[in-house]
């Protein structure tokens, strides 16, 4: 695909403008966006959302610029010891184009859905590509960004060792898999994760049956009432936080006494995560993050 | 007494008349905004001064290399776009107040915004594959049809009143925002958050691309502004008067409306809901140059086109590096100035 | 003649306790559906036989009983707040949404979180009268300026534009503290979900007290609904009237917003309809909007609950789909210039 495009590109005598930066010749990219002409192995990569950040990192690449999914509150704590230096550029929601534009970067990865209004802006920065979203498809994501940063055989053996794992899970957890309940508490907001979400995704990989309304086709239950309490039960709940505690539903779910009926409430099979992980994250080192929480609670708990 | 100016230019069948301060009042308006554009397009992560921006501007190289984009590609066409929003939120408010003679009606007050957030959210909503490119358009098309049924229903007994073109409005903007709610509920969360962001008021990251989708509404329905004055003076006069005067009341305060939707629209469908604009431009254009609206549009466009300029310019500067919307800084300055207008206007 | 029947101080008196009863069949939908599945057996024996360790028993009691029970406080209160200041400022389009009361108590709800860090919820109650107070006094004000006094139209103009300005500051506060305010935001849409019980008792009897001054006004309000000159020449203190009233507003306003947010336009459609039947005697459309008004809140919310399910809709958001056209409808065929 690859060597398709780019005979295409240099029979049309490779145009664009392409900024500078990065070692050896230029490649070309097709994604959601279109082709980009991209440097060999970009270094100085600016990432615009999480997913992007977890790819980039697993990769091997400590991007030079990302954003905050909120302002303030800084990178997934997951990912601290690969984000010291890395320069903060604003929010997912409003990127600072000037900051980005100051650290020169030589490719810039985020996705049609967050960023396509200043797709124009961003790719005369730097080579830009775009996946078509985020969260669900973050494997096919991880492809994109991999071939965009020129580091695909480290994605290869970045997914074979996933699938590895995987499968040693699958194999531990034996013939009878406990239902997992996954429980996210926002501010004024609980929801209740379905499969089309990256926590899905990993979910259904390790083998692991969800709860019957959350085993559907779908993101998420968004603002449920207190009266959805039952739909959270499972044989194991996982829940996370996101944004200040005192702020969120955490307290007004959990003090209910539906909360404290649920079977693995009274069992003490309820834990709570870490929302950078499992939600915020989208990614392959996210993921393995995801799978030591499984392995420690539903193996070894 | 007032002293005029008459204007005739030489080969058209018009001549209009101008109070003899208008230019004066144009230039100094007009000099006050390229100051707060030149310091816009300087203020930023790089700092560029202010004859660096000039030389940029003008395309003489000048300082630093990356200059020519910071300033070309990102601050210029934003800086560009403030303005155009300004010049056309001011121009459809100063109609809409001669229309409606309420000192206090502005395009937001008859439900072009909602319309405009609620046909935006709905496309999203309803159609998700489709590309933030079209937004505008729906913006557009959600404000012409809700200032549309505002004016049909306002219509009883050949004729809409200006009253009843207000307290339909507010009915609709409650309408309106009550289904952009549920839209809501319905939709993609990030692709809905995306939306919301683009509606709130911001000029954040606007382009060329934006600029030029809306220099054409500017070029039709500007002129066809100016060239109602007369007509809204005589509306203004009350409709008995206008139609004594030979007016065809309706049919002019039809057209007017369509020229004021379009503008609002066009406006609000490329920067979101940047408040009060409307409301403050025509006023503080009415104190500089009076109620004539042949000085007035001109000089509510100038003074719509700066407010949001410097607005801008305030709301990067302000809370620095968190950015602050615009439309916000707008609100912010506009609302006391509403509540000073609600006594002013006791008399109404 | 059924209305004439109807009209007439014995129907209804005989109204009063048929509106009870119906409005006692909305408590029970109220109770009997909501987002999760329980039969009507488990129902009645989680009032009959509570079992603690019961699911279906446990929604019943602690979610829609509390629930059900502000929705119909909060639209009672709500209704009557509208009924009188419909009267008192003979302007048919008056409504604690439309004249920027709701607006005026959330602003102060979101500047107190903000300013003062309050945390608890209910600090929210006296920020949220002293909200309600200011803009009622701010929008009489404003719309009784200038020349031929208060007129219906400036007072709705006021009204609105004082929306439109406490809440791009409630917007603006919002979007300085994203982060810190996202339950506020919730709150804003105006809501019976999940409402604190304990807060709401301790704004019971703040709008009990509401009530209970508003229904004694009846006949004076009436008087006053003929003109302040005929009142006045009736010999009624008109000061003193208006004054207490408006007390009674702040209360039921401001106790509704704190408990639920801001609602508009339950005390806009409700006085109206309630004249259809009961006349214009404002000691029969005070208690009959108070019936009507908590009928509207909890019927609205059940629906609120219904049509999404599992999610839910504000309530706030269902009533203004049905009160927006009805306000439309009155601005078009029913005021007069």
Same mark, same amino acid.
């Given at each position: 695909m690859?060597l398709l495009?780019?005979a295409?590109l240099a029979a049309?005598?490779?145009a664009?403008d392409t900024g500078?930066? $990065?070692s050896?010749?230029?490649?070309?990219?097709?994604?959601?966006?279109?082709?980009?002409?991209v440097?060999?192995?970009?270094?100085?990569?600016?990432?615009?959302?999480?997913g992007?950040?977890?790819s980039?990192i697993?990769?091997?690449v400590t991007?030079?610029?990302?954003?905050?999914?909120?302002?303030?509150?800084g990178?997934?704590?997951y990912?601290d010891?690969?984000t010291q230096?890395v320069?903060?550029?604003?929010?997912?929601?409003e990127?600072?184009l000037?900051?980005?534009a100051?650290?020169?970067?030589?490719?810039?990865?985020?996705?049609?859905?967050?960023?396509e209004a200043i797709?124009?802006e961003l790719?005369?920065?730097?080579?830009?590509?775009?996946t078509?979203?985020? $969260?669900?498809?973050?494997?096919?994501?991880?492809e994109v960004?991999?071939? +965009?940063l020129g580091?695909?055989?480290?994605?290869e053996?970045v997914?074979?060792?996933y699938?590895?794992r995987?499968r040693?899970?699958?194999e +531990?957890?034996?013939?009878?898999?406990?239902e997992?309940s996954?429980?996210?508490?926002?501010?004024?907001?609980?929801r209740i994760y379905q499969?089309?979400s990256?926590?899905?995704?990993?979910l259904?990989?390790a083998g692991l049956?969800?709860?019957?309304?959350?085993?559907?086709e779908?993101f998420a239950m968004?603002?449920v009432?207190?009266?959805?309490?039952p739909e959270m039960g499972?044989?194991?709940?996982f829940?996370?936080?996101?944004?200040?505690?005192?702020e969120?539903?955490l307290?007004?779910?959990?003090?209910d006494p539906?909360?404290?009926?649920l079977e +693995?409430v009274r069992?003490g099979?309820?834990?709570?995560?870490?929302?950078?992980?499992?939600?915020l994250?989208?990614?392959?080192?996210?993921a393995n $993050?995801v799978?030591?929480d499984?392995e420690?609670y539903?193996l070894?708990? | 007494?007032r002293?005029?100016i008459v204007?005739?230019?030489p080969g058209?069948?018009v001549s209009?008349?101008l109070?003899?301060r208008?230019?004066a009042v144009?230039l100094?308006?007009?000099?006050v905004?390229?100051?707060g554009?030149v310091?816009?397009v300087? =203020?930023g992560e =790089?700092?560029i001064s202010p &004859?660096?921006v000039v030389?940029?501007?003008l395309?003489i190289?000048?300082g630093? *290399?990356? =200059? @020519?984009?910071?300033?070309?590609?990102l601050?210029?066409p934003?800086v560009?776009?403030?303005f155009?929003v300004g010049?056309a939120l001011?121009?459809?408010?100063?109609i809409?107040?001669g229309?409606?003679r309420?000192?206090?009606?502005?395009p937001?007050?008859v439900g072009?915004?909602?319309?405009?957030?609620l046909a935006?959210v709905?496309?999203i909503?309803?159609?998700?594959?489709?590309?933030?490119?079209?937004?505008?358009?729906?913006?557009?098309g959600?404000a012409l049809v809700?200032?549309t049924?505002v =004016?049909?229903i306002?219509?009883k007994g *050949?004729?809409?009143?200006?009253?009843?073109l207000i307290l339909?409005g507010? @009915?609709?903007?409650?309408m309106a925002?009550?289904l952009t709610?549920?839209?809501?509920t319905f939709g993609?969360?990030y692709?809905v958050?995306?939306?919301?962001?683009?509606?709130s @008021?911001?000029?954040y990251?606007r382009g060329w691309a934006?600029l030029?989708?809306?220099?054409?509404?500017?070029?039709l329905f500007?002129?066809l502004?100016?060239a109602?004055?007369?007509q /809204?003076?005589?509306?203004?006069?009350?409709d008995?008067?206008?139609?004594s005067?030979?007016?065809?009341?309706?049919l002019?305060?039809?057209?007017?409306?369509?020229?004021?939707v379009?503008?609002a629209g066009a406006?609000v469908?490329?920067? *979101?809901a940047? *408040?009060f604009?409307g409301l403050m431009a &025509?006023?503080i254009?009415?104190?500089?140059v009076?109620?004539?609206h042949e @000085?007035?549009?001109?000089?509510?466009a100038?003074?719509?086109g700066?407010?949001?300029v410097?607005?801008? /310019?305030v709301g990067?500067a302000?809370?620095?590096?968190i950015?602050?919307?615009?439309?916000?800084?707008?609100?912010?300055?506009?609302a006391?100035?509403f509540?000073?207008?609600?006594?002013r206007s006791?008399n109404l | 003649m059924?209305?004439?029947?109807?009209?007439?101080?014995?129907?209804?008196?005989l109204g009063?306790p048929v509106?009870?009863?119906?409005l !006692?069949g909305?408590?029970?939908?109220s109770?009997r559906? !909501?987002?999760?599945?329980?039969?009507t057996a488990e129902v009645i024996?989680?009032f009959t036989?509570?079992?603690?360790?019961s699911?279906?028993?446990?929604?019943v009691?602690t979610?829609?009983v509390?629930?059900a029970?502000?929705a119909?406080c909060v639209?009672a209160a709500?209704?009557v707040?509208?009924a009188?200041?419909q009267?008192?400022?003979r302007n048919?389009?008056?409504?604690?949404?439309?004249?920027?009361?709701n607006?005026?108590?959330?602003l102060?709800?979101?500047?107190?979180?903000?300013?003062?860090?309050?945390?608890?919820?209910g600090v929210?109650?006296?920020?949220?009268?002293?909200?309600?107070?200011v803009t009622a006094?701010v929008v009489?004000?404003?719309?009784s300026l200038g020349?031929g006094?208060?007129?219906p139209?400036k007072?709705?103009v006021?009204?609105a534009a004082?929306?439109?300005?406490f809440s791009?500051l409630?917007?603006a506060?919002l979007i300085l503290?994203e982060?810190? %305010?996202?339950?506020v935001?919730?709150?804003l849409?105006?809501?019976v979900?999940?409402?604190d019980?304990e807060?709401f008792?301790?704004?019971?009897p703040?709008?009990?007290? !509401?009530l209970v001054?508003? %229904?004694?006004?009846?006949r004076?309000?009436t008087?006053?609904?003929?003109?302040?000159?005929?009142a006045?020449?009736?010999?009624?203190?008109?000061g003193?009237v208006?004054?207490l009233?408006a007390l009674?507003?702040v209360?039921?306003?401001?106790?509704a917003?704190?408990?639920?947010?801001?609602i508009g336009?339950?005390?806009l459609?409700?006085?109206?309809v309630?004249?259809?039947f009961?006349?214009?005697?404002y000691?029969?459309i005070l208690?009959?909007?108070?019936i009507?008004?908590a009928?509207?809140?909890?019927?609205?919310d059940v629906?609120?609950?219904l049509v999404?399910?599992p999610q839910e809709l504000?309530?706030?958001?269902?009533?203004?789909?049905l009160?927006?056209?009805?306000f439309?409808?009155?601005?078009?065929?029913k005021?007069k210039r």
């Amino acid at each position: 695909m690859v060597l398709l495009a780019a005979a295409l590109l240099a029979a049309c005598g490779g145009a664009g403008d392409t900024g500078g930066g $990065g070692s050896g010749e230029a490649r070309t990219v097709q994604h959601a966006m279109g082709e980009t002409e991209v440097p060999e192995r970009p270094e100085r990569v600016v990432v615009l959302d999480t997913g992007e950040l977890d790819s980039a990192i697993t990769l091997g690449v400590t991007p030079v610029g990302a954003v905050e999914a909120v302002e303030g509150l800084g990178y997934p704590s997951y990912l601290d010891e690969h984000t010291q230096g890395v320069e903060n550029v604003g929010t997912i929601e409003e990127p600072n184009l000037e900051r980005i534009a100051a650290l020169e970067p030589d490719l810039i990865l985020s996705s049609k859905l967050r960023h396509e209004a200043i797709y124009d802006e961003l790719s005369q920065i730097a080579p830009t590509v775009f996946t078509e979203t985020t $969260g669900v498809t973050w494997k096919e994501n991880f492809e994109v960004h991999a071939e +965009a940063l020129g580091r695909e055989e480290e994605a290869e053996r970045v997914v074979s060792e996933y699938e590895a794992r995987m499968r040693e899970f699958r194999e +531990a957890l034996g013939e009878d898999p406990p239902e997992v309940s996954v429980v996210r508490f926002l501010p004024g907001d609980t929801r209740i994760y379905q499969k089309e979400s990256f926590i899905g995704t990993v979910l259904e990989d390790a083998g692991l049956p969800r709860p019957e309304a959350q085993d559907v086709e779908d993101f998420a239950m968004l603002n449920v009432s207190r009266e959805a309490i039952p739909e959270m039960g499972g044989d194991v709940i996982f829940y996370t936080v996101y944004g200040p505690e005192d702020e969120t539903t955490l307290d007004e779910i959990t003090s209910d006494p539906l909360w404290r009926q649920l079977e +693995a409430v009274r069992e003490g099979r309820a834990y709570r995560v870490s929302d950078d992980l499992w939600m915020l994250g989208i990614g392959y080192t996210a993921a393995n $993050g995801v799978i030591d929480d499984l392995e420690r609670y539903i193996l070894e708990g | 007494m007032r002293r005029w100016i008459v204007v005739r230019p030489p080969g058209l069948p018009v001549s209009f008349r101008l109070g003899a301060r208008v230019p004066a009042v144009l230039l100094a308006l007009t000099l006050v905004t390229l100051a707060g554009m030149v310091l816009n397009v300087g =203020y930023g992560e =790089y700092p560029i001064s202010p &004859p660096d921006v000039v030389r940029t501007v003008l395309g003489i190289e000048a300082g630093d *290399g990356n =200059y @020519g984009f910071i300033v070309n590609t990102l601050r210029l066409p934003r800086v560009l776009v403030a303005f155009a929003v300004g010049v056309a939120l001011a121009v459809a408010g100063a109609i809409l107040q001669g229309i409606t003679r309420n000192p206090l009606a502005a395009p937001e007050i008859v439900g072009v915004n909602a319309g405009a957030g609620l046909a935006a959210v709905t496309l999203i909503v309803a159609l998700p594959a489709v590309s933030v490119a079209y937004l505008p358009f729906a913006a557009f098309g959600g404000a012409l049809v809700v200032a549309t049924l505002v =004016y049909l229903i306002s219509w009883k007994g *050949g004729g809409a009143s200006p009253i009843r073109l207000i307290l339909v409005g507010i @009915g609709f903007a409650a309408m309106a925002t009550a289904l952009t709610t549920i839209m809501i509920t319905f939709g993609e969360i990030y692709a809905v958050q995306q939306a919301l962001v683009w509606l709130s @008021g911001s000029v954040y990251a606007r382009g060329w691309a934006e600029l030029f989708a809306l220099l054409p509404w500017l070029a039709l329905f500007l002129p066809l502004a100016f060239a109602g004055a007369r007509q /809204l003076n005589a509306l203004n006069l009350g409709d008995d008067v206008a139609r004594s005067l030979g007016g065809r009341v309706e049919l002019q305060r039809l057209s007017l409306i369509v020229v004021c939707v379009a503008l609002a629209g066009a406006a609000v469908a490329t920067a *979101g809901a940047i *408040g009060f604009v409307g409301l403050m431009a &025509p006023h503080i254009a009415r104190r500089l140059v009076g109620p004539s609206h042949e @000085g007035l549009i001109p000089v509510a466009a100038m003074t719509g086109g700066m407010l949001v300029v410097l607005a801008d /310019l305030v709301g990067r500067a302000a809370f620095s590096p968190i950015e602050i919307p615009c439309g916000l800084i707008t609100s912010a300055i506009g609302a006391p100035y509403f509540l000073y207008l609600l006594y002013r206007s006791r008399n109404l | 003649m059924g209305v004439r029947v109807w009209r007439s101080g014995y129907g209804r008196l005989l109204g009063l306790p048929v509106g009870v009863v119906a409005l !006692g069949g909305c408590l029970v939908l109220s109770v009997r559906f !909501g987002a999760a599945e329980i039969s009507t057996a488990e129902v009645i024996r989680a009032f009959t036989d509570f079992d603690d360790r019961s699911t279906g028993h446990l929604i019943v009691q602690t979610i829609r009983v509390p629930r059900a029970l502000i929705a119909a406080c909060v639209g009672a209160a709500l209704a009557v707040a509208g009924a009188i200041m419909q009267g008192l400022t003979r302007n048919p389009l008056a409504d604690p949404g439309i004249l920027g009361i709701n607006a005026g108590a959330a602003l102060a709800v979101v500047a107190g979180v903000f300013l003062f860090g309050i945390g608890s919820i209910g600090v929210y109650a006296l920020f949220a009268f002293l909200g309600a107070a200011v803009t009622a006094v701010v929008v009489y004000g404003l719309g009784s300026l200038g020349r031929g006094g208060m007129t219906p139209l400036k007072l709705t103009v006021a009204g609105a534009a004082l929306t439109a300005l406490f809440s791009s500051l409630t917007t603006a506060i919002l979007i300085l503290n994203e982060r810190t %305010l996202e339950e506020v935001r919730f709150w804003l849409a105006g809501s019976v979900a999940g409402r604190d019980l304990e807060l709401f008792l301790r704004l019971l009897p703040y709008m009990g007290v !509401g009530l209970v001054v508003a %229904l004694s006004l009846g006949r004076q309000i009436t008087t006053l609904n003929l003109g302040e000159d005929i009142a006045r020449g009736l010999g009624q203190r008109t000061g003193w009237v208006k004054a207490l009233a408006a007390l009674a507003v702040v209360l039921l306003a401001g106790g509704a917003v704190a408990a639920a947010g801001p609602i508009g336009f339950v005390g806009l459609v409700i006085p109206h309809v309630v004249r259809f039947f009961a006349g214009a005697d404002y000691r029969w459309i005070l208690p009959y909007s108070a019936i009507c008004g908590a009928m509207l809140l909890v019927l609205s919310d059940v629906a609120a609950r219904l049509v999404l399910r599992p999610q839910e809709l504000p309530v706030g958001v269902m009533i203004a789909l049905l009160g927006a056209p009805f306000f439309i409808y009155l601005a078009r065929w029913k005021v007069k210039r």
